[in-house]
């Protein structure tokens, strides 16, 4: 997120830039950062959480979504992409978009040296202000290592951490149970 900076724009001048852009750009406080790429092995683990979310979730009304699909926060107007978003019944858009979600319920983000601080950081801090969103969880990608935070009735927020092929993470607001050796299977050193 910190990489590019522009002068301050519009939500509507950034939007009609990002859908011309060969490349990715979060808007962010009236700027345009643009965005990382990614290793081989930080792509795999988004593949294998889509993937896993995907064939848990079949039957229910909840659905994941890759980093296409970008996210908006209602309080600062902020436009982030989440590696993996998991929206429950059906999506709503912002202002008629057909590329913006507004109401996720769980997001995934694979942590990397370039996007650690900000992952956890003011990215959190804008999720927080999505009233659907109930949990909310960091990957590692050079460890069998997970974070989770879960959001709580008086929207405070509870973390539980998982290690290990054996372990597994309970996202309740999905009803769903992921394996992280699952999840962590088939990636390149």
Request: hydrophobic share 35%; net charge negative.
């Amino acid at each position: 997120m910190a990489s590019q900076s522009i002068t301050k724009i519009t939500e509507e001048e950034y939007l009609r830039l990002e859908r011309a852009a060969d490349y990715k750009s979060e808007y962010i406080g009236g700027k345009i950062f643009a965005m990382p790429g990614g290793s081989v092995r930080h792509s795999r683990l988004i593949i294998n959480w889509s993937t896993e979310l995907q064939i848990k979730l079949r039957g229910s009304q909840c659905l994941p979504y890759p980093s296409d699909a970008r996210v908006r926060t209602p309080s600062t107007g902020s436009y982030v992409y989440a590696d993996v978003s998991v929206v429950c019944g059906e999506p709503v858009p912002y202002a008629g978009s057909t590329d913006i979600l507004t109401n996720p319920k769980v997001i995934v983000e694979v942590l990397s040296p370039s996007t650690d601080d900000d992952d956890r950081g003011k990215k959190f801090e804008l999720y927080r202000e999505i009233p659907t969103l109930s949990e909310y969880v960091l990957v590692h990608t050079n460890a069998v290592h997970v974070e989770h935070f879960a959001r709580q009735a008086d929207a405070s927020w509870i973390f539980r951490e998982y290690k290990g092929e054996e372990g597994t993470i309970t996202l309740d607001s999905i009803h769903c149970s992921v394996r992280l050796g699952d999840v962590y299977s088939d990636l390149p050193n």
